[in-house]
């Protein structure tokens, strides 16, 4: 009996030594990972053009300020401030002048109010690119403003009006920086297009989609497209100190449907059991308590905590770098945040709901609206057939009013030229960016009409935001700083000339990705 305890007790301590050994090999991965391993590879000087760097000849805010007060809003396809749009092309006429009298600039209106600048390069060898921005804006009441929503008034550094953030800063200012250029006798050697769409609230699908119909007649093929979507972030991540650029290489997909239930008309005084409201009450509070799955590790979310796991501080960087180890835990967290939970998975927004026609009438029908945000490893199929069973009442009916998949990631590696220009031009205007990181667009942009013009779609808007920010964009109190906005025209006048360069210097024999 002793020699068998002692048996025992050998394969206990065996065992246990096994354990410690396990986990002490664990332990030396994960340190090794967080403080030897380097981390992915961070932005990379390219060689510049050599033309002086910024020197506006007047203040730029002025011109952002005048584009705000036209109030360009979109209600709907079908419903449209069409003045206001014309106006807007009007306004850009007179105070660009230099753009709409060179003559190596070509510029036409397409679908009736939306514009296409041909900027032809000294050098018709060099593939060319695209910037991208929107002139519409969506509706604004004066109910919750500090001042009115379009009369673009300055307060304390910042200039409030609607489409301050989304997005006439980028429109005026990529057309800004052109002028400054153009002032300077500066021509590109890269050629580059300029498109400014009138409807990318409302889908698109009468600006940007039919210039990138255009486009792809005149056989057009782009190096990059760089759009609106991702910003730098400033204080939205614990344990990171400095600002972080993040640029979006893929946007999330959308489904907008509607659901309904047909039921007889009847008198309150005499009630069935089961009302059309309350059918498809209960059927949308299924969608609401059953969300879809949280697919971190399964689309390019991750990619933006590898690239910044060096800067965060310990003991998060132990964390970050080893992701395979703590996904689980980080998945958990990041779901617990609206902001955060969208990264991760299809997100589901009851957005209308209508029903009912009189307090004593028991109401025929009952409708609602719902937009879904489709993670990038999933497709429409998927994420309908999801719905179907989480509802799994024939009583329903679900119409689809528009959907389309995620898009197509872009490259993000030494060899992706745009990556490369946007991050020699981050360090040249934002030397308080500690990184440059990939990231996900869960909003959707004109850019998704694009996709057969260049595999290397980015959208990224050079704006520093803080965390009390992300609300103003659709919502109340929408401003731009004015450094922002005279930093995000020294970006773009940047970002032309840094595009003129031939080709990418050879990586380091270093360089690598983790």
Avoid at 331 to 336: A, P
Wanted: with cysteine; aromatic share 8%; net charge neutral.
């Amino acid at each position: 009996m002793a020699e068998r305890r002692g048996r025992l007790r050998g394969a206990a301590w065996a065992a246990c030594l096994g354990l410690c050994g396990v986990a002490l090999a664990l332990l030396a991965v994960v340190l090794v990972r967080a403080y030897v391993l380097p981390p992915p590879a961070g932005p990379r000087a390219v060689m510049g053009s050599g033309v002086p760097r910024w020197l506006p000849a007047h203040a730029p805010r002025d011109r952002d300020r005048s584009a705000i007060k036209i109030q360009t809003v979109s209600f709907s396809p079908e419903d449209q401030n069409t003045t206001a749009l014309a106006e807007f092309g009007n306004y850009i006429k007179k105070v660009f002048p230099a753009v709409f009298s060179t003559k190596f600039i070509q510029h036409e209106i397409i679908g009736g109010y939306s514009h296409l600048f041909t900027v032809q390069g000294s050098d018709p060898q060099l593939m060319p690119y695209m910037l991208l921005a929107h002139m519409d804006v969506v509706p604004a009441s004066q109910e919750g403003w500090h001042v009115p929503p379009f009369s673009a008034k300055e307060l304390d550094g910042f200039i409030y009006g609607r489409g301050t953030m989304d997005n006439k800063n980028s429109a005026i200012g990529i057309l800004q920086a052109l002028e400054f250029l153009l002032r300077r006798d500066y021509r590109p050697r890269r050629s580059f297009y300029i498109g400014i769409g009138h409807d990318e609230e409302v889908s698109g699908h009468k600006g940007a989609m039919k210039i990138a119909a255009l486009l792809k007649a005149r056989g057009v093929k782009l190096s990059f497209l760089l759009d609106e979507g991702s910003v730098i972030l400033d204080g939205f991540l614990e344990g990171i100190k400095n600002p972080v650029a993040v640029i979006a290489i893929t946007e999330k997909g959308s489904i907008t449907a509607n659901f309904s239930v047909e039921k007889e008309q009847g008198h309150s005084s005499v009630p069935p059991k089961e009302t059309s409201i309350g059918i498809l009450a209960a059927a949308l509070s299924r969608l609401e308590q059953n969300p879809m799955p949280n697919l971190f590790g399964h689309g390019p979310e991750i990619m933006i905590l590898e690239h910044l796991a060096s800067e965060f501080r310990f003991p998060l960087n132990l964390i970050m770098t080893n992701l395979w180890l703590f996904s689980p835990i980080v998945s958990r967290i990041l779901e617990q945040k609206p902001s955060t939970n969208a990264l991760v998975r299809t997100t589901t927004a009851i957005t209308m709901f209508s029903a009912g026609i009189k307090s004593n009438v028991i109401p025929p029908s009952a409708k609602a609206t719902v937009n879904f945000r489709i993670h990038p490893s999933q497709k429409v199929e998927e994420v309908l057939e999801i719905v179907q069973n989480t509802i799994a009442d024939d009583r329903v009916k679900i119409h689809l009013q528009e959907a389309f998949d995620p898009l197509p990631i872009s490259p993000w590696d030494n060899h992706a030229f745009g990556v490369q220009i946007f991050r020699r031009t981050l360090l040249d205007v934002f030397p308080d960016v500690s990184s440059v990181a990939p990231g996900i667009c869960i909003g959707n942009t004109d850019s998704r009409h694009f996709t057969n013009l260049t595999d290397a779609i980015y959208r990224f808007n050079p704006l520093v935001f803080k965390p009390d920010d992300l609300p103003r964009v659709h919502g109340l109190n929408e401003k731009i700083s004015v450094e922002g906005y005279e930093k995000q025209v020294e970006f773009l006048y940047q970002l032309i000339q840094n595009s003129d360069i031939n080709k990418l210097p050879e990586p380091h024999a270093n360089s690598h990705e983790l």
